[in-house]
């Protein structure tokens, strides 16, 4: 029976799930949107995962790490090994791609972070959650709104021949600017490369300010993709910038390499298996008023059974038996 091992990235905007082997291969991947619905996208990319694995002989979900703004969600509905947050998943997993790597760009569909290591730990880091100017979803505007498609955004940014200074600070700004310099007749190539360089002068102003980057650099999450966003960095640092094949998925992967050290010494994974697809997942919450820090209490259900609570400072909630109701 062969051993793979099962990582699990949910968040904002994208919901990752790709299988690796005992080697680390990449053995299935699936990049899909979670459309503020994770419990049944997941429950769909579990599916389709599934159906892919039958191509698969003598296999064994051997372990599973969940990370992403939905990690403890997706804990609960499959049954992790290990749960993280996405700086340690993407960290682990750009160490697998470059050994050595010092200094990890990374820009998502909702917000974007910056991760240093030094001598392979994580001495630093920082995330941007509030400002839209410096993630995917505002290209994604952006491009849409001048009728291009987000996949051809980052080739006709490298056919600027003028450079264009587009305000990149804020994203209502950047959009008006954007239209200033259209309406001024600069082209489209030369408007697009211009944000692009601001996107990038958004990131290094803002999450990267007073930080030591030093290469090598890993670029990682779906924006990675934008071969104009690349150049911009490269122009920026004066460094090469390393994209890994598997860049949109990095949080995933590195969730799966967490979940195969995790599991080295267990006899058992505590993965519920693939029939969760089948299960009804429904999550309630409401504010305890016990203490001035009035947490929001979240529980998950599984077939109208409690099955796990979380968001208390205190414990009272989290630490008493799953099975009493708090309802």
């Not at 750009?94 to 917000?111: M, Y």
């Not at 820090?293 to 077939?303: A, H, Q």
């Amino acid at each position: 029976m062969k051993n793979v091992y099962l990582g699990i990235d949910v968040g904002s905007v994208s919901t990752n799930i790709v299988i690796i082997d005992e080697n680390n291969n990449l053995l299935e991947k699936l990049y899909i949107r979670t459309m503020g619905n994770p419990i049944n996208v997941l429950k769909e990319g579990l599916g389709k995962i599934k159906k892919s694995l039958k191509n698969l002989d003598n296999i064994q979900i051997s372990g599973v790490g969940t990370t992403g703004s939905g990690r403890e969600l997706a804990s609960v509905m499959v049954g992790a090994d290990i749960v993280k947050n996405e700086i340690t998943a993407h960290a682990i997993a750009a160490l697998n791609f470059v050994p050595g790597v010092k200094t990890i760009l990374e820009i998502g569909g909702q917000d974007s972070k910056i991760i240093l290591l030094r001598n392979n730990v994580i001495s630093d880091f920082a995330m941007n959650t509030v400002c839209a100017a410096g993630t995917g979803s505002f290209l994604d505007r952006q491009a849409s709104r001048l009728g291009i498609p987000i996949e051809e955004f980052g080739k006709l940014a490298l056919n600027s021949t003028t450079q264009v200074r587009i305000a990149g600070r804020c994203a209502v700004f950047a959009e008006s600017d954007m239209i200033h310099k259209q309406q001024l007749g600069y082209s489209q190539e030369d408007i697009i490369n211009g944000l692009c360089e601001a996107l990038v002068r958004n990131y290094l102003n803002n999450l990267a300010k007073g930080k030591d980057i030093q290469p090598p650099i890993v670029f990682q999450g779906g924006v990675a993709a934008n071969i104009g966003i690349k150049k911009a960095f490269e122009k920026a640092l004066g460094y090469e910038i390393h994209v890994p094949k598997y860049h949109n998925v990095m949080g995933a992967i590195g969730a799966a390499l967490l979940a195969k050290e995790k599991v080295k010494n267990k006899e058992k994974s505590n993965f519920l298996g693939f029939n969760i697809t089948d299960k009804n997942f429904k999550v309630k919450g409401f504010e305890c008023d016990n203490c001035p820090n009035v947490c929001e209490i979240i529980g998950i259900y599984r077939d109208d059974e409690l099955v796990a609570r979380w968001g208390d400072k205190c414990g009272k909630w989290s630490n008493l038996n799953v099975a009493c109701s708090f309802e």
